[in-house]
């Protein structure tokens, strides 16, 4: 943890009233935030992202009696951190895109083999505006690009509604053919009937 703590392009705050436990990170752009609460207690938080999701990753310890870190991000969150879940935390605060595995151990399985990296806040809420506007001119008909696609929907939908009538007709030319080839069947059955004297009469 020290190694990430002492980065330098780390922002560093310090919460004299509060506690680490009662700091609402999201009140806050920064990716990193550093420094220690009320209690003196070490804190770092990182806000990164896994498969789109963002997450707070919150690690602290007592700097007064050197006690296990506790974190909400890895499955074992009283213990030390291993070599290789140092390393990932210090990746992330270089602002390097990491490949979770196994070994990261990190609270949820789900996430193995997804891509993490450092929330950046600008990029994230520009990223929701574009969403969002996209979605508003997808969808209401006064934009442009709106009409367009309803245009190339209902000529799709015409097309494709064209092909099926045109599919039953010629099943429907198909069912008349083989009547009629029944019918002249029937009437060559008769004829023979006839001929032969062989009659219901």
Same mark, same amino acid.
């Given at each position: ?6 980065? #330098?392009?780390?922002? =560093?705050?310090?919460? @004299? ?6 700091? !609402? ?13 009320? =209690?003196?207690?070490? /804190?770092? !938080? ?9 997450? +707070?990753?919150? /690690?602290?310890? +007592? ?7 506790? %974190? !909400? ?9 291993? &070599? ?6 210090? &990746?992330?605060? %270089? =602002? ?6 196994? $070994?990261?151990?990190?609270?949820? @399985? ?12 600008? $990029? ?16 209401? %008909? ?7 696609? #309803?245009?190339?929907?209902?000529? =799709?939908?015409?097309? &494709? ?19 009629? @080839?029944?019918? +002249?069947?029937?009437?060559?059955? %008769?004829? +023979? ?7 219901? $009469?």
């Amino acid at each position: 943890m020290d190694e990430i703590f002492n980065l #330098e392009h780390i922002t =560093n705050i310090n919460f @004299d009233n509060t506690s680490v436990e009662d700091i !609402n990170f999201d009140e806050y752009d920064q990716s990193i935030l550093k420094g220690y609460d009320k =209690n003196k207690y070490k /804190f770092i !938080n990182i806000k990164a992202i896994i498969n789109f999701k963002p997450i +707070n990753a919150l /690690f602290y310890k +007592n700097s007064k009696t050197l006690s296990t870190i506790e %974190n !909400n991000f890895f499955k074992k969150n009283d213990t030390w951190l291993s &070599d290789i879940q140092t390393k990932l935390l210090k &990746d992330i605060a %270089n =602002n390097k895109i990491i490949k979770i595995i196994p $070994e990261h151990d990190i609270f949820d @399985d789900e996430f193995i083999n997804y891509d993490i990296q450092l929330y950046n806040h600008k $990029e994230w809420t520009s990223a929701i505006t574009i969403q969002r506007a996209w979605r508003l001119c997808r969808y209401c %008909n006064k934009y442009e690009i709106c009409k367009k696609y #309803e245009d190339f929907f209902l000529k =799709n939908i015409v097309l &494709d509604n064209n092909s099926f009538i045109k599919d039953c007709n010629i099943l429907l030319e198909q069912g008349n053919t083989v009547f009629l @080839d029944c019918d +002249n069947l029937l009437v060559d059955f %008769n004829n +023979n009937l006839i001929s032969e004297n062989i009659t219901s $009469e």
